[in-house]
């Protein structure tokens, strides 16, 4: 009987499969634990107040450097008061990273958030939808001497929402306002050693700009970087893992086409499974070593999403295939429905990417989390993302219990089997239901880590200063988990170059014969090894691909 390399491995060699892989996982947990450095860093950065008495738009303020590069300065709105200094006058300038440092491009994005310093003051207070105005700048440049090369410009509006948790009296004049961070810009790059960032926040009384946003003193700013230690130690996983897929995934499909029929659906599946965790797993970040791609962290995105969608489909496929019966399997439009609701899902998260990222590309500064519809629209998104991950797990873990189910039903014969055969057809079961909990790990470890992304991800853009923190041993040992849980897939379920029989006969097929009692009622169920139907049938990939079906509770 020709099967799976499932059903041909012996016990001894399946607990030296399960153990090595064990050990794989748990290696790739103490990697991020004790190797890795935290994924990302946060960094603040102060404002500096630049003085514009001439209103140079082109030109750029630095806050730090070389002398005759320096702008004036101003310590407070006192001090320009003073000086006569309005607040059309005011440059509000950063320079990243700080002082004896530099960017490197292992650091691979940057993202910048902005918290404002509100003093409240009686004649100005912050209104209820106080928007801020901005005409906002980046520029960058690879040493301290030269020009600074600009990257952007643009005109943007923040919503302003702010705590004031004291009575709004002349007592309490100068006590500052709790306001929420708001995003400021987003490179998907970070192929220059220095940045400059300068703000203005003009104020124009007949169009009502930044009127009403009360006694604004400083502009705060957190720069939040991917560690480079944690890039390097993340793509040399990468790089190692990308030549023992794909080496696995040659050889499977070499067993594959080497049988005498064309490959049915599980075996398409799993094909396409490999190649989707071999095209993620490629080292592609390193590019952005050599040439600044700003479209990385797009790029990156889609990659995640078409393995997310062919990881969730192949999981309805799997345990489907082991519910149909001979004549539903083998048909991907069988699964419609399923494959189609995740594909849809899998495409509004690439649509979702693309009205944030795709914008940044031209214009850093845009984010779809600036405006209340928009934020409500994200906030929405992530939230329907984790409640249909959720029911998708349930679904899952509900097919696989029918599995389970009509499984236990092929059970309820084996007793009267030969030993030989019971014994072969129980260590079949007990190893395919292993794979099937191993399975329903994977899932559920695979939703609480999207939802945790997502969260994570997102928290820093609408606001919220608390959130899930992923840490290195988690991003590691999850992206190990995929890595291992694949290999097992194709390893498993390649179809086996050993021909086994089980008491002197050939087959390639399980059909249940019932057997009737003198009186007429059906005594027991037993598993017989025919050759009743074509070798090439696709209902006839495996043993386990029989057990499972529908015929088990017929």
Not at 81 to 96: E, M, S
Not at 325 to 334: A, C, F, M
Not at 488 to 501: D, E, F, N, Q, T
Not at 513 to 526: A, L, P
Request: with cysteine; charged share 20%.
């Amino acid at each position: 009987m020709a099967g799976t390399v499932l059903e041909n491995l012996s016990s001894r060699k399946l607990f030296a499969l399960g153990g090595v892989l064990l050990v794989v996982q748990i290696v790739f947990f103490m990697i991020g634990g004790l190797i890795a450095p935290s994924p990302t860093s946060p960094i603040r950065y102060i404002a500096s107040k630049c003085v514009d008495r001439g209103h140079h738009k082109s030109k750029w303020f630095v806050p730090w450097g070389p002398k005759d590069q320096v702008c004036e300065k101003v310590q407070d709105f006192d001090e320009a008061t003073r000086k006569h200094i309005g607040a059309n006058d005011i440059v509000f300038a950063a320079h990243i990273p700080l002082p004896n440092r530099e960017m490197v491009r292992w650091f691979q994005f940057l993202l910048m958030i902005m918290e404002l310093d509100v003093a409240f003051k009686v004649d100005n207070p912050v209104a209820e939808n106080a928007v801020v105005t901005m005409e906002a700048g980046l520029a960058y440049r690879d040493d301290r001497l030269s020009e600074w090369t600009p990257v952007a410009r643009s005109t943007e509006e923040r919503k302003l929402v702010c705590n004031f948790s004291h009575s709004k009296t002349a007592d309490n004049e100068g006590r500052y306002y709790d306001c929420d961070m708001v995003p400021l810009f987003e490179l998907g790059s970070c192929f220059h050693k220095y940045y400059l960032i300068n703000i203005r926040l003009p104020v124009r009384e007949k169009q009502n700009i930044n009127l009403n946003i009360g006694d604004i003193k400083d502009v705060n700013l957190i720069g939040i970087h991917q560690n480079g230690g944690f890039t390097k130690v993340w793509l040399s996983v990468k790089t190692t893992l990308t030549p023992t897929i794909i080496i696995i995934l040659v050889w499977y499909w070499r067993r594959v086409t080497q049988l005498n029929r064309k490959p049915v659906l599980l075996e398409k599946t799993i094909f396409a499974l490999g190649l989707s965790m071999a095209f993620i797993n490629l080292p592609l970040e390193l590019i952005t070593i050599a040439v600044d791609v700003p479209w990385m962290l797009l790029l990156s995105d889609i990659r995640q999403g078409i393995f997310y969608c062919m990881l969730l489909s192949f999981w309805i496929i799997f345990t489907g295939e082991h519910l149909m019966d001979q004549s539903e399997r083998n048909r991907l439009s069988v699964y419609w429905r399923q494959v189609g609701a995740i594909t849809f899902g899998c495409l509004c998260m690439f649509i979702f990417d693309m009205c944030e990222r795709g914008v940044q590309l031209t214009n850093p500064f845009y984010s779809i989390w600036v405006t209340e519809t928009g934020k409500n629209l994200a906030l929405a998104f992530i939230i329907l993302a984790g409640v249909c991950a959720s029911i998708y797990f349930f679904f899952l873990c509900f097919m696989v219990f029918k599995v389970f189910r009509n499984i236990s039903g092929k059970r309820a014969s084996l007793p009267t089997m030969s030993d030989v055969r019971r014994l072969h057809y129980e260590g079949l079961i007990y190893r395919f239901k292993f794979l099937m909990l191993f399975t329903l790990l994977c899932a559920a470890t695979t939703v609480i880590f999207f939802i945790i992304s997502q969260v994570n991800e997102g928290h820093w853009k609408w606001g919220e200063e608390h959130t899930v923190e992923i840490n290195s041993a988690f991003l590691t040992g999850v992206y190990g988990m995929w890595n291992v849980y694949v290999f097992s897939v194709i390893c498993l379920y390649a179809p086996s170059h050993k021909r086994k029989g089980l008491e002197g006969q050939q087959s390639s097929n399980i059909q249940l014969e019932r057997e009737t009692s003198e009186d007429g009622s059906n005594e027991e169920i037993e598993l017989r090894l025919t050759n009743s139907q074509a070798s090439g049938d696709a209902g006839e990939l495996s043993v386990i691909y029989k057990i499972a079906g529908k015929e088990a509770q017929e």
